[in-house]
């Protein structure tokens, strides 16, 4: 399994960051890196020019939301098949700022993760705890709860275990804790599981990615604020090991 590195860009970026992504992008193409897959999902407003700025080189485009329908009287909303459109090859789906901020229930995850892979993306599903669930004692029946309920029933998708309280807090899970939920998840998943890239994420840096990366089940990185800057994505990419 060839690891998956992905920048979650957020609600950040202007025209001005297209500097940034033709930075990532050529530093990707830079030979001796380890073997990886590199995306960057970006606000729907940069996704035209940062695949215009993609094609072509080994950089993917991805976007951090869909609407399950193709079309219709969603105001606001963007459906797969745009971003489709828009070069996008992954959609990040039930990020726990959608389901906290945005009411989004596991079941709506899960309808979008299918409208992402029929429309021929691969969808990143996002699960986690909460603090208050890991001190209960809860971490596990959360994540199986939402693992459950959020999978598409085709196979094809990609799992991101982010516990809630390592977002943006500067508090990454400890690489232990990161293996065992893995393991936990990859079991959960039975068969289809063995070829499924299951990635961490949770203040991932280019200081603390090496022991993540080591950690047992870890097939890579959904990486929130260190995506930002060309130098940090691509110091997190170039710490993954030579040999998958
Ligand atoms: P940080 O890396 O900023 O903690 O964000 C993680 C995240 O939410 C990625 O989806």
Redesign the pocket.
């Known amino acids: 399994m060839t690891p998956l590195v992905?920048g979650?860009w957020?609600m950040h970026g202007t025209l001005a960051s297209r500097a940034e992504i033709g930075a990532i992008a050529r530093g990707l193409d830079k030979p001796g890196l380890p073997p990886v897959e590199a995306v960057v999902?970006l606000p729907f407003t940069l996704l035209f020019p940062a695949q215009k700025i993609a094609a072509g080189t080994k950089l993917k485009v991805g976007a951090q939301d869909c609407h399950f329908e193709k079309e219709g009287a969603f105001t606001g909303d963007v459906s797969a098949p745009m971003l489709k459109e828009a070069g996008c090859a992954y959609v990040?789906v039930g990020?726990?700022?959608r389901r906290a901020g945005h009411g989004e229930t596991s079941e709506l995850v899960r309808r979008k993760a299918e409208a992402v892979l029929a429309a021929g993306m691969t969808p990143i599903v996002?699960v986690g705890e909460t603090k208050a669930e890991r001190a209960a004692g809860k971490a596990k029946a959360t994540v199986e709860a939402a693992l459950k309920a959020s999978l598409p029933k085709a196979s094809g998708a990609v799992i991101?275990y982010?516990p809630v309280w390592?977002?943006?807090?500067?508090e990454?899970a400890k690489p232990a804790d990161i293996a065992g939920m893995h393991g936990f998840i990859r079991l959960l998943l039975g068969p289809a599981g063995k070829t499924m890239r299951i990635v961490y994420?949770?203040?991932?840096?280019p200081e603390n990615v090496k022991e993540i990366f080591a950690a047992a089940e870890v097939n890579g990185a959904?990486?929130?604020?260190?995506?930002l800057k060309a130098q940090s994505f691509l110091a997190i990419v170039k710490s993954l090991p030579k040999t998958p």
Request: glycine share 22%.
């Open positions: 992905v979650n957020k999902c990040i990020h726990s700022e996002c991101a982010e390592a977002i943006g807090t500067g990454n994420g949770g203040s991932v840096t959904l990486v929130g604020g260190a995506s």
